[in-house]
């Protein structure tokens, strides 16, 4: 940070730059009369102390807001991929006010949020709970679907015990700034999710960053943290953004040569992997992982999310973790979506390879067309593109074509659209998305010609 970033993005209407962000406020050339108000910049104020008299400049936060124009640039240029009001939709089709499209950009992997049986236990359990307890599960906020749902989750993915939070967000907040200190040394994957990194800040623990997947790099940055610290390694089971899977025999290995405890955050691995076990047992190695954070956003079509570990870890979270006790706790309609789902999942493990299988046609068929989907075995499809205006160009084409993919462009990951498919995404459906695919490449080649 510190120096003017310019997005690549380039409007339509206009073909040129458009900021990312101004200058860094304390080199930003903003009004400096005495008139200026909150939002101008820099403000002129007068102190005196002891007989002295003394201008003072201050500088306003709200300055950066101010030069920050990029998203209402990207909205008149009708590129602007974000806060799309969907009015409602099934698993596999939303409307808009435009019309329905084809959603190929949700994570429902397993399709179960429109699963009656799921939609059912929220209902009964706003008849029987209400719709919130309006309190933290510290005090007056737990119920017996909390200690139900923990219980069936750690039973489910061969954990010791279990806590609920009320997000994935908050599990990962919470679990690494509970247990880090300023005295530790956390280790992560540079492509770690962004709570991590939340997570990581707030405990004042000494950060250490190895490249993506890079066992060697991990290798490295555990030589050379200090032997007598605490160290923690945190990676995904599966990466959001191009669907990988994390080399985790390998890490696992590292981790006890190393003696530093490690934490996997399977946010995406959970209802897809192993018959939904997730990325522990796909690599067999669930009984020497320490740590599981998982998300009920995604496979349990819900929201919520959960610490897996040992009891006293978890006992220890359960009075330490800020992000759980300064929260109130989730509505409890969510927590018996997310345990009808997690029923149906052990129920039906089919439904995990599914997802994958669709996932893995798409991949292919889009192949031979000539893009380059991303190789993995998840229901992620990640297309790599070679800039941030041609992916929200290809964006838009899609969405005009009546299928919703999500655009994904610089700090979140480099130039892709990301698609991700469904188990209830039938074989027209599939096909469908294909033939938009080859439209909008062509309407690409022709561009860059």
Same mark, same amino acid.
């Given at each position: 940070?510190?120096?003017?970033?310019?997005?690549?993005?380039?409007?339509?209407? #206009?073909?040129?730059?458009?900021? $990312?962000? @101004?200058?860094?406020? +304390?080199?930003? %050339?903003?009004?400096?009369?005495? /008139? *200026? !108000?909150?939002?101008?910049?820099?403000?002129?104020?007068?102190?005196?102390?002891?007989?002295?008299?003394? #201008?003072?400049?201050?500088?306003? $936060?709200? @300055?950066?807001?101010? +030069?920050?124009? %990029?998203?209402?640039?990207?909205? /008149? *240029? !009708?590129?602007?991929?974000?806060?799309?009001?969907?009015?409602?939709?099934?698993?596999?089709?939303?409307? #808009?006010?435009?019309?329905?499209?084809?959603?190929?950009?949700?994570?429902?992997?397993?399709?179960?949020?429109?699963?009656?049986?799921?939609?059912?236990?929220?209902?009964?359990?706003?008849?029987?709970?209400?719709?919130?307890?309006?309190?933290?599960?510290?005090?007056?906020?737990?119920?017996?679907?909390?200690?139900?749902?923990?219980?069936?989750?750690?039973?489910?993915?061969?954990?010791?015990?279990?806590?609920?939070?009320?997000?994935?967000?908050?599990?990962?907040?919470?679990?690494?700034?509970?247990?880090?200190?300023?005295?530790?040394?956390?280790?992560?994957?540079?492509?770690?999710?962004?709570?991590?990194?939340?997570?990581?800040?707030?405990?004042?623990?000494?950060?250490?960053?190895?490249?993506?997947?890079?066992?060697?790099?991990?290798?490295?940055?555990?030589?050379?943290?200090?032997?007598?610290?605490?160290?923690?390694?945190?990676?995904?089971?599966?990466?959001?953004?191009?669907?990988?899977?994390?080399?985790?025999?390998?890490?696992?290995?590292?981790?006890?040569?190393?003696?530093?405890?490690?934490?996997?955050?399977?946010?995406?691995?959970?209802?897809?992997?192993?018959?939904?076990?997730?990325?522990?047992?796909?690599?067999?190695?669930?009984?020497?992982?320490?740590?599981?954070?998982?998300?009920?956003?995604?496979?349990?079509?819900?929201?919520?999310?959960?610490?897996?570990?040992?009891?006293?870890?978890?006992?220890?979270?359960?009075?330490?973790?800020?992000?759980?006790?300064?929260?109130?706790?989730?509505?409890?309609?969510?927590?018996?979506?997310?345990?009808?789902?997690?029923?149906?999942?052990?129920?039906?493990?089919?439904?995990?390879?599914?997802?994958?299988?669709?996932?893995?046609?798409?991949?292919?068929?889009?192949?031979?067309?000539?893009?380059?989907?991303?190789?993995?075995?998840?229901?992620?499809?990640?297309?790599?593109?070679?800039?941030?205006?041609?992916?929200?160009?290809?964006?838009?084409?899609?969405?005009?074509?009546?299928?919703?993919?999500?655009?994904?462009?610089?700090?979140?990951?480099?130039?892709?659209?990301?698609?991700?498919?469904?188990?209830?995404?039938?074989?027209?459906?599939?096909?469908?998305?294909?033939?938009?695919?080859?439209?909008?490449?062509?309407?690409?080649?022709?561009?860059?010609?």
């Amino acid at each position: 940070m510190g120096e003017t970033t310019t997005h690549p993005l380039r409007t339509a209407a #206009t073909c040129r730059a458009i900021p $990312i962000a @101004g200058p860094p406020l +304390s080199r930003a %050339v903003l009004p400096t009369t005495e /008139a *200026a !108000g909150p939002l101008n910049g820099p403000m002129h104020t007068k102190h005196q102390m002891r007989g002295v008299s003394r #201008t003072v400049v201050t500088v306003d $936060i709200f @300055g950066r807001c101010q +030069s920050y124009t %990029v998203s209402q640039e990207a909205r /008149a *240029a !009708g590129l602007y991929p974000y806060f799309i009001p969907f009015e409602g939709h099934d698993a596999t089709v939303a409307q #808009t006010i435009d019309g329905d499209i084809l959603m190929c950009g949700s994570n429902n992997y397993l399709g179960l949020t429109s699963d009656p049986r799921v939609k059912a236990a929220a209902q009964a359990a706003i008849a029987e709970y209400g719709t919130s307890r309006t309190g933290s599960r510290l005090l007056n906020g737990n119920t017996p679907l909390h200690d139900e749902l923990e219980r069936e989750l750690a039973d489910f993915l061969g954990m010791p015990a279990a806590l609920v939070f009320p997000t994935g967000y908050q599990a990962n907040v919470g679990a690494i700034a509970s247990l880090l200190s300023r005295h530790d040394v956390v280790i992560l994957d540079r492509e770690a999710h962004a709570s991590v990194y939340d997570g990581c800040g707030m405990s004042r623990a000494k950060i250490r960053r190895f490249a993506h997947n890079d066992m060697d790099d991990l290798e490295r940055q555990l030589a050379a943290s200090p032997s007598d610290a605490g160290r923690l390694v945190v990676v995904d089971g599966v990466y959001s953004m191009a669907g990988d899977l994390c080399p985790l025999t390998e890490v696992v290995r590292l981790c006890r040569q190393y003696g530093a405890r490690l934490l996997v955050d399977d946010a995406h691995g959970i209802g897809v992997l192993a018959d939904g076990r997730g990325t522990s047992a796909h690599f067999g190695v669930t009984d020497q992982v320490d740590l599981v954070t998982v998300t009920f956003s995604k496979s349990l079509a819900s929201i919520g999310g959960a610490v897996l570990g040992p009891e006293n870890v978890i006992e220890y979270l359960r009075h330490h973790a800020r992000s759980l006790i300064f929260s109130a706790a989730a509505p409890p309609a969510s927590l018996a979506a997310a345990y009808a789902a997690l029923r149906i999942l052990r129920a039906e493990p089919w439904l995990c390879r599914q997802a994958v299988e669709n996932a893995s046609y798409v991949r292919r068929e889009l192949m031979a067309l000539g893009y380059d989907p991303i190789p993995n075995e998840t229901p992620i499809v990640s297309v790599r593109l070679d800039g941030v205006q041609e992916t929200l160009l290809a964006w838009r084409n899609l969405l005009d074509r009546g299928v919703y993919v999500n655009a994904v462009i610089p700090p979140a990951a480099s130039p892709r659209l990301r698609a991700s498919f469904s188990t209830t995404h039938t074989p027209e459906q599939l096909k469908r998305v294909v033939a938009a695919f080859a439209e909008v490449g062509d309407l690409i080649l022709l561009e860059d010609q």
